[in-house]
Each structure stands twice: as C-alpha cells, then as structure tokens.
C-alpha cells in the first residue's frame, strides 16, 4: 500500500514568494496532520483535519501559513508571502480511527526560503 | 502548555548493550503515547504504541508506561549500530488527536 504522500521533496525560493506544499494521505484514514520540524523547536503541530474539516489550527504560526483539504485524498499547506525563518521540514501525516491510532508520516518537504 | 520532555543526549552505548530512552509528559490525561524513530534527513517512522500501564515487548524493542509517574520509556535490546537515530516520543493529549512531540533524545551504537 502506498503511504502518505508529499510533493515536492525539496523546495527553494526567495523570500516574498508564495509556497505551496502537497500531501496524499493514506486511503481511508480520516485525520490527516500537518507538522513542521526546526532544530530549535523540534516537531510542532501546524493544523489537523478530520473528515476534511479544519479541527485545530492553533498552531499556524499567523495569517500568512493557510491550509485546505478539498476532499480525502488531497490537502495543501500555503505560505503567502514566505519568510526565511519559514524555512524548516514540512511533515503530513494521517490516521485512521480515533485517537489511539498510530499516525503515519509523509517524506517531509525541505523548505528554504533565501 | 503540554509539554512532552526528552534528554536530548547523544546517549552512547556499545552494540549488544540495552539502550534506555527516557520521556515524561506532562498532561495527567493524556492516553495514547508513541515511539518514533527518525534516521538523519528521513521522516518519523512508528516504533511501538502503548495505552496501558505496564510493559509492551515487541522483538528488540520494549515500552514502559507509568501513568502515576507521568513517565514513559523505550528499551532496545542487544542494539545494534542500524538503531543509531533520534528517538522521539510522542503522547496525543486528553484535548484531542494531536500528537505532542519531544526534541528527540539521539541515540549512537557503538561497534
């Protein structure tokens, strides 16, 4: 089966520049994460969704970072405009079921903004 | 704030030895916690899972959990130098389904 997929794997662009980063996740799991990982800060909780609905998004750093899942199989973290210290991992992760489920992570995008 | 708190390490020790990771959380309620494994540049890959107090063994690698203590931990048996990474533990808190992460403590097997 086919894990939880991210596009692109590497992402470089200069600071101003609107960011898009794209995750699949697993087919079925109904949770699906968006995660972000610096060496200062570790890994931190950007948003979640289940069913597709937005439950917690209290970790998006500001207004600039936005997130959507138009249906099952596909959702999109934005940053407009990036900042440098946006530069950082971007994990997806999903699961299925309730909270006892493992989560299962995507390969991560590594974002630079210059 | 929830806080999920790791020794960063490095923790050293010669392969065929018992490692010991050590995690404590600080959530009363929390239910759910997790070891992942991460390798340099890789994504977090699941471990072991366990909800009860008590021992979970599963091949190399066991999870121990004591809830009164608020504290978790992951032993591997006879480690071998493959198992050098970042250990990251994780605990969903009683507010939701996300997954409150330590900084990982890193883990070197000597040969």
């Known amino acids: 089966d086919a894990g939880v997929i991210q596009s692109p794997r590497h992402e470089v662009t200069e600071m101003g520049q609107e960011v898009t980063l794209r995750c699949k996740p697993i087919?079925?799991?109904?949770?699906l994460f968006w995660y972000r990982q610096t060496m200062m800060r570790g890994l931190e909780l950007l948003i979640y969704f289940n069913n597709n609905v937005p439950i917690d998004d209290s970790g998006m750093p500001e207004d600039r970072f936005s997130a959507k899942m138009p249906n099952a199989s596909f959702s999109t973290l934005k940053i407009q405009p990036s900042e440098p210290r946006d530069s950082a991992v971007y994990f997806c992760?999903?699961?299925?079921?309730?909270?006892?489920?493992?989560?299962?992570f995507g390969d991560g995008t590594r974002l630079s903004i210059l | 704030q929830k806080e999920v708190e790791q020794n960063s390490g490095p923790l050293s020790v010669p392969e065929g030895a018992i490692a010991s990771l050590n995690c404590t959380y600080s959530?009363?309620?929390?239910?759910?916690f997790f070891w992942y494994r991460q390798y340099s540049g890789k994504s977090p890959e699941l471990i072991m899972f366990i909800y009860s107090n008590g021992d979970k063994e599963d091949g190399r690698f066991t999870a121990q959990l004591n809830k009164a203590s608020q504290y978790v931990s992951l032993l591997i048996r006879d480690s071998q130098p493959s198992d050098s990474a970042t250990y990251l533990c994780a605990v969903i808190s009683s507010s939701g389904y996300a997954l409150n992460f330590g900084k990982g403590t890193s883990l070197l097997v000597t040969p």
């Open positions: 992760a999903s699961s299925q079921g309730n909270s006892n489920q493992p989560q299962h």
């Open positions: 087919s079925g799991h109904d949770y």
């Open positions: 959530d009363r309620g929390s239910q759910s």
